[in-house]
């Protein structure tokens, strides 16, 4: 049983920060790649950044690169992206997400658990 449960959203204006925060319950934890993944309203939910099971290996699609750090706490079973240089165009729903057991965090189609998803709204 996956559970994830997101925080640390809001409205900022252009060039500011957030940290979303994910808490995950999930069993062996260090053994599932996460990620975060965003939907605009009107737009398909998309991939932001994936990070492997070791933290070592990180995946970012190219809008974010630079301005978004993704990184996690296999102690803690959280999961952080930080925010920064944020644009009108990252304003959506942001979702963390659980890959497969075991799989890698390059492998986008493999991320099916979901947490609630929590707004980021940036505003010029």
């Known amino acids: 049983q996956v559970q994830l449960v997101e925080s640390g959203g809001g409205s900022v204006q252009v060039g500011g920060s957030l940290r979303l925060s994910c808490a995950a319950s999930i069993r062996l934890f260090s053994n599932y790649p996460m990620g975060w993944f965003r939907q605009a309203p009107g737009k398909e939910r998309e991939f932001v950044a994936t990070i492997s099971t070791s933290g070592i290996a990180t995946f970012y699609t190219n809008s974010v690169k630079g301005r978004f750090t993704i990184s996690r706490d296999n102690v803690k079973n959280t999961v952080i992206l930080q925010m920064n240089s944020l644009k009108p165009e990252d304003t959506a729903v942001y979702y963390c997400?659980?890959?497969?057991?075991?799989?890698?965090?390059?492998?986008?189609?493999?991320?099916?658990?979901w947490g609630q998803g929590t707004q980021v709204t940036v505003s010029s």
């Open positions: 997400a659980a890959g497969g057991l075991g799989s890698s965090a390059r492998d986008i189609s493999s991320f099916e658990s």
